[in-house]
């Protein structure tokens, strides 16, 4: 089946890199639109046999589509497409803004609309997919079979994603971010700590914790029971951060949420 994406930019081009190499999708059957001219010349160098083509030649060719531009940039496309596409097309949108319904009232085809995570990159991580009112099931079992190659689909319906945006899509940024000041912070507190060595205290912790959770089947609540021992430095970190990283967290969610409802 030929597929295009349309806008190989940071999240288009890591879903073709992903498909291509995992084998979900074989070079000749991918599409491939973008502004600009470079990164499409960057991703066929590396992919013999790719095509690249306009949106309205996507449109016209491919039956499973990925719209993986921005919102300013959506109207425009769609305009460009809007003949060739039909109700045998099937277009997702990476989108986390537009309502489904809204894109469904202006398009003839089936709709969809798909949240990546950079995990995807190594063939991990969650997938977000909600699905329109006029998708079917064998839409369903073609996108999270093809899903499944580069990670974890998870079905969400619309009210969720807001919150599931920000824990799935935007979580690596968030926890990568808190890392990243936790060993700042320790290298500010105690100046013999030198940077690289604080990196690779907390980085090679957090691989070995998240290994805990996976493999020895470990719950977050079990870690912290087990390290945190009464009396001890760590229980005091804890209750340290108890009394601002829950309100910090609240805040976050409470203000992208806001943010998301006003654009």
């Known amino acids: 089946m030929n597929t295009g994406i349309i806008g190989v930019g940071s999240m288009g081009g890591m879903l073709a890199r992903a498909f ?27 992919h013999e046999g790719l095509h690249i083509a ?4 996507i449109a016209e060719r ?18 460009e497409m809007e003949s060739e596409l039909s109700s045998e097309r099937l277009l997702l949108t990476t989108s986390g803004r537009i309502p489904l319904p809204s894109l469904e009232a202006r398009v003839p085809c089936r709709v969809a609309r798909l ?4 995990t995807q990159e190594i063939g991990a991580g969650i997938a977000l997919l909600t699905y329109g009112s006029r998708a079917t099931g064998e839409d369903r079992a073609l996108l999270e079979g093809l899903l499944a190659r580069i990670g974890r689909p998870v079905v969400i319906p619309e009210t ?19 890392l990243q000041t936790m060993a700042e912070e320790a290298v500010r507190s105690n100046s013999d700590l030198t940077p690289e060595l604080a990196r690779q205290l907390v980085l090679e912790t957090a691989g070995a914790t ?22 001890g430095m760590t229980e005091l970190a804890i209750e340290i951060l108890s ?10 969610f409470r203000e992208t949420s806001q943010r998301a409802k006003s654009t």
């Not at 969720?160 to 808190?178: D, E, F, K, T």
């Not at 998240?210 to 009396?231: F, N, W, Y």
């Open 20 to 46: 291509l190499r995992s084998g979900a999708l074989a070079a000749e059957d991918l599409w491939v639109a973008n502004r600009s001219q470079a990164k499409l010349e960057v991703l066929t160098a590396a």
């Open 54 to 57: 306009s949106a309205r030649q």
């Open 62 to 79: 491919c039956d499973l589509i990925f719209l993986c531009v921005g919102d300013a940039d959506m109207a425009g496309l769609l305009a």
């Open 115 to 118: 949240i990546p995570s950079i």
């Open 160 to 178: 969720l994603a807001r919150p599931a945006i920000g824990l799935a899509s935007g979580g690596p940024a968030l926890l990568a971010y808190v």
């Open 210 to 231: 998240l290994r805990l959770v996976s493999e020895a089947r470990m719950t977050t609540a079990e870690i912290i029971r087990r390290v945190a021992l009464p009396g």
């Open 243 to 252: 009394r601002f990283l829950p309100q910090a967290w609240q805040c976050m």
